[in-house]
Antibody
Framework: EVQLLESGGGLVQPGGSLRLSCAAS????????MSWVRQAPGKGLEWVSG????????YYADSVKGRITISRDNSKNTLYLQMSSLRAEDTAVYYC?????????????????WGQGALVTVSS | DIQLTQSPSFLSASVGDRVTITCRAS??????LAWYQQKPGKAPKLLIY???TLQSGVPSRFSGSGSGTEFTLTISSLQPEDFATYYC?????????FGQGTKLEIK
């Protein structure tokens, strides 16, 4: 069974830093691109960042560029999100999500597996 | 970046109704569009990818269509479990933006 389990959420002061982890199991982790998606309280979904299976290519939303770094350790089947210079507007549930590929392709067509989410609260 | 605009933002309907949600892209996104369903307190669930392909296990009352910049999600006969929030998402660019969501409520 494919599973994603986020950890590392919590309360952090404005300007602070936090690292989220996402432990993956049930699939060949290094074969799949992964993303982080967040959802502020009562709001919609926002794609935050993505990383290819090999880890060499990373992508960011304009809203977090320069403050957030995505990475992965394929030997540990774990995805990370390092967040710094945090602001109140970064308060959200952060989900990790696994890419879904069509047959014969490594182009992401959707996210077919999501974690349960990790709550990050930025407040003094 | 590519922006997706969903309409309507809120939709009130009854069990058995046929409903359609529209997603408009700020530029062409080929066929790289997916739809998700999200229920309160839960992670989103992939319903449709590549505009119109149903993900495994998704009931056939869900369907998707469209091309270029305008896409639709249709539920042919609403069931009680379909009342949720629906999002579109594009994968044409390296920034995988979502629409703002459509909340489907029971009338």
């Amino acid at each position: 069974e494919v599973q994603l389990l986020e950890s590392g959420g919590g309360l952090v002061q404005p300007g602070g830093s936090l690292r989220l982890s996402c432990a993956a199991s049930g699939f060949t982790f290094n074969n799949y691109a992964m993303s982080w998606v967040r959802q502020a309280p009562g709001k919609g979904l926002e794609w935050v960042s993505g990383i290819k299976g090999g880890g060499g290519n990373t992508y960011y939303a304009d809203s977090v560029k320069g403050r957030i770094t995505i990475s992965r350790d394929n030997s540990k089947n774990t995805l990370y999100l390092q967040m710094s210079s945090l602001r109140a507007e970064d308060t959200a549930v952060y989900y990790c999500a696994k890419a879904f590929y069509g047959s014969g392709s490594f182009y992401t067509l959707g996210f077919d597996c999501w974690g349960q989410g990790a709550l990050v609260t930025v407040s003094s | 970046d590519i922006q997706l605009t969903q309409s309507p933002s809120f939709l009130s309907a009854s069990v058995g109704d046929r409903v359609t949600i529209t997603c408009r892209a700020s530029q062409g996104i080929s066929s790289y569009l997916a739809w998700y369903q999200q229920k309160p307190g839960k992670a989103p669930k992939l319903l449709i990818y590549s505009v119109s392909t149903l993900q495994s296990g998704v009931p056939s009352r869900f369907s998707g269509s469209g091309s270029g910049t305008e896409f639709t999600l249709t539920i042919s006969s609403l069931q009680p479990e379909d009342f949720a929030t629906y999002y579109c998402q594009q994968f044409n660019s390296d920034q995988y933006t979502f629409g703002q969501g459509t909340k489907l409520e029971i009338k």
